[in-house]
C-alpha cells in the first residue's frame, strides 16, 4: 500500500509523475470532476490549519468525494479513550483515505502500520510532505524545471518543512543550502542529512548546511523560509528565538543577492519576523501560487493513493 508519510519513502519517479498529474488537473479540473466519486477522506486535526484543511476539503468536494473534519479534541482518541490502533482499525472501515495533522511523527507511523487504507501525512513536526510536492510544482511553473535549480532555505531549519525539502530537493536533482545558526535546535536533524546526501549521491545534486546566510544566498533560483514559530512551538520561546534567528530573516538587502529568485514561504507567514512585508508582498514573492497549488497537489496525492490502494468504491 502507497502513504505518503515523507518524500523519503518516494522515488524521483513517483515525485515527478504526481507533480505531472497535479499539472494536468489544473490546467482541466473539469476532466477529474468524477475522479474521486463516491469516495471519503477523514481528515483528523491534531494542530490548526487553513491551507491543508481547505484545499483537501475543496479538492475532494471537485472530484466527486467527501472530506470529513475529524477534531482529534473531540475525538476518543484525543480524550485518551482510544488508541491509535483502533480509531484507524475504524476508520479504515468507512473511509478510502486517511489524512493526519499530528504533533508526533511517531504517531503517523503508527497510523500507518495499522490502517488498511492510505494514510497522508498532513505535517508533523518532522515532515510535511504534501507542501512540498505543491511547491515543488510552483517552482517547475516559474522556472520551467527543476534539475540543476538552487534553492536556498533560511531560518528554523530543525523542522518539518525543511526537512521535507531536504528529502525532496536532491531526489529531484536540485541543489540545496540550508542557511541557520549552527545549534542542534535549529539545524536540520542528522538522519535527514545523511539521506539527503545519499540522494543528492544518485542525481548528482548538492546538499550544503551553513551558519552564512550571504554565503547561501548567492545566485540561488529560490528563496525558502518558513515560520520561526512553528505550531509546536510554545509561545514563551518568541523572545529568544527571534534573537537567534534574525540573523537569517529575509530581507531585501538578502535578495538582492538573487535578484532573479522567486521567493517562497509556505504559509502561515509573520511579516517582521522569518521575512519582512517588503519582500513577502514583493515582487519575487509567489507565495499565493505557492497556497493555490496545494490544491492542486492534493488532488494528484488522493487520486494517486486511491488508485493504487485497488479498494473498489462502495
Ligand atoms: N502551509 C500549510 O500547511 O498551511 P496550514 O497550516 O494553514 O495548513
Ligand atoms: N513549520 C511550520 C509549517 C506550517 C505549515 C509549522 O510546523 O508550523
Given amino acids: 500500500m502507497l502513504h505518503l508519510v515523507t518524500l523519503k519513502d518516494w522515488s524521483q519517479e513517483q515525485i515527478l509523475d504526481t507533480i505531472a498529474l497535479a499539472q494536468k488537473i489544473k490546467a482541466a479540473p473539469e476532466k477529474y470532476q468524477d475522479a474521486l466519486h ?41 480524550a485518551g479513550k482510544e488508541n491509535i490502533h483502533d480509531t484507524v ?16 511523527h511517531e504517531k503517523i ?9 492510505p494514510v497522508i501525512n498532513g505535517l508533523t513536526n518532522y515532515a510535511h510532505p504534501c507542501q512540498i510536492l505543491g ?16 534553492l536556498a532555505y533560511f531560518g528554523d531549519a530543525h523542522n518539518n518543512v525543511t526537512h521535507s525539502l531536504l528529502f ?24 535527514v542529512l545523511a539521506d539527503a ?14 551558519s552564512d546566510p550571504t554565503a547561501a544566498v548567492q545566485g540561488a533560483d529560490v528563496v525558502y523560509t518558513d515560520s520561526w514559530m512553528s505550531y509546536h512551538i510554545p509561545k514563551e520561546q518568541l523572545d529568544r528565538r527571534v534573537k537567534a534567528l534574525m540573523p ?9 543577492h538573487a535578484p532573479d529568485a522567486v521567493f517562497m514561504n509556505c504559509l502561515p507567514a509573520l511579516r517582521g519576523y522569518e521575512q519582512t512585508a517588503e519582500v513577502i508582498d514583493g515582487r519575487q514573492s ?6 493555490e497549488n496545494r490544491l492542486h497537489i492534493q488532488k494528484a496525492i488522493m487520486i494517486r493513493l486511491v488508485q493504487e490502494s485497488g479498494r473498489k468504491t462502495p
Fill in 38 to 78: 463516491r469516495r471519503v477522506l477523514v481528515m483528523i486535526f491534531e494542530k490548526p490549519s487553513l491551507r491543508t484543511r481547505v484545499s483537501f476539503e475543496t479538492g475532494m468536494a471537485q472530484m466527486g468525494g467527501h472530506a470529513i473534519f475529524y477534531d482529534m479534541s473531540a475525538s476518543p482518541l484525543g
Fill in 89 to 104: 482499525k475504524t476508520v479504515s472501515r468507512y473511509a478510502d483515505l486517511i489524512m493526519a495533522r499530528l504533533f508526533e
Fill in 109 to 117: 507511523e503508527e497510523m500507518v502500520r495499522h490502517a488498511e487504507i
Fill in 135 to 150: 511547491d515543488l510544482l510552483t517552482i517547475r511553473e516559474h522556472k520551467g524545471g527543476l534539475r540543476g535549480l538552487t
Fill in 168 to 191: 525532496a530537493c536532491p531526489r529531484v536533482g536540485m541543489n540545496i543550502r540550508v542557511a541557520s545558526p549552527p545549534t542542534e535546535e535549529f539545524m536540520p536533524a542528522e538522519d
Fill in 197 to 210: 546526501r545519499q540522494a543528492a549521491e544518485r542525481t548528482g545534486a548538492t546538499v550544503e548546511v551553513t
Fill in 248 to 256: 537569517f530573516q529575509v530581507n531585501s538587502e538578502l535578495m538582492q
Fill in 286 to 291: 509567489v507565495v499565493f501560487d505557492q497556497a
